[in-house]
């Protein structure tokens, strides 16, 4: 990357990580900008006399929002979740008993801090068609459980019958948006007595996100703008997906998000455990995506493995513009993978193919799947008058764990020694377990750019950096 600072302080455009906090502000420094949260003020839930319930929110300004439908646990209900982006509640938590139309109760909270995020869940009593009716971003975030009397104005309330040329003659029924992008089907696909496979085939292109959640164990897979084509009339907004019984997961859903004028898909995969995945294009078939689990044997421990930059973020490049950092730091990365999986480590990475994913998705991946450890492969370039190999950290609990990958790549590479530098970037500032970004060597030093192409030096990368994973895992009981 030109410089950790610089590198990890460009974002990558949108991806749509719904549920998990995407659209984060551009950053013009390692720190992102500063700038004060919209305060989150009234939540109302009225209920129509059409049958169903109008949820509104009004902020104090327009703010960014994504929602995502949740399905019903034995131990919670249906929910309808909004995530209302760079924004505080005053009051703190609230929760507003409706027990009509199909919504028990409405609550609010201060999601998170850093970022700043407020949730509003609508708990839902029966299946009933739910629609964002606003696009984001708003002011006023209005929400359809069911059938309601009017459309709303965006002023905060709704217009009395009759008047106005937008006013509608009758209730405002569940209709599906025109979208271009459609995910035309999921299915599970035989692979291997040692893998699971789900193949998700579209009518254009798109770069699906990685979701996962420890409590329960689930890995999901966002496509962002593609509506699904099989919860169409379904008024859950989900389906069940049909596998074979398979050791090790429960259970295959597919369920649209709703976000204004726009539908996303969500492919989850209810799992016994976590465990290491590829997410890549098919190339048997056109805009298709394979999603293969390893579902034997069972791994100890999770490492997150994040390969710098993807998809429409190249990162650095060697002096002839041929040579890709993205590219390498895959390269590493799946290496770095293939060693741990072989100590019956459990790594799981954040990306393994060229697509973008949002600066602030990749800590959260790691946050969201409990993990032990966290790495970060990069490249470097910029600095003219010096070479070599550093590695970042930014918490104090982290410093051991940089400071004993970078002598490990040091002594394998053989090349000059930066040091272990303390520093606020975002993969290592944002993640809840020791994390360290690893910048392996210089794409514009001629002689180090002949090093970082071949297949062994990445290879001595990354068995370096295995050796150190594995022992600071034993380290922390994991192992």
Known sequence: MMAAARGEARLLPLVCAVGLLALRPALAQDEPAKREPTPVGRITATPQKAGGVLVTVVAAGPVRYTSFRLSATLEAPERLVV???DAFFPQGTLTQPVDSGGVSRVRASQYSTVPPVV???????????????????????????GEIDEQPTGTGETSPPGTGPQTPTGPILEQR???KLHLLKVEAVASSPETFDLCMTLDGQADPVL???????????????????????VPSGWVDVPFTPTPGVRWVRLAELPSGDTLSSR????????????LARDPSTPN????????TPPYRGVVIVDPGHGGTEAGAMDPSRTIHEEDLNLQVALKLRAELLKRGICAILTRTANTSVDLFHRPEIANEADADLFVSIHHNSGASDTSGTETWYTS????PFAESVEAALVAALHLHDRGAKAGRLVVTRETQMPAALAEIAFLDVPDELKLVIKDDFQQRAASAIADVVESTLK?????
């Open 267 to 278: 492919i989850t995969v209810g799992l016994d455990r976590m465990m290491p995945y590829d």
């Open 211 to 233: 979701i996962l959640t420890a409590d329960p164990n689930c890995l999901g897979i966002d496509v962002p703008d593609a509506a699904p084509e099989a919860t169409k009339g």
């Open 396 to 399: 104090a609990a982290s410093r």
């Open 177 to 179: 948006p025109d979208q």
């Open 475 to 479: 380290s922390l009981g994991r192992g």
């Open 288 to 295: 298709a995506w394979r999603l293969s689990l390893r579902v």
């Open 119 to 145: 949730r509003v869940v609508l708990d839902l009593a029966e299946p009933s068609p739910v629609r964002v009716l606003t696009q984001s971003p708003s002011a006023e975030i209005s929400v359809a459980v």
């Open 83 to 85: 995530d209302i982006e």
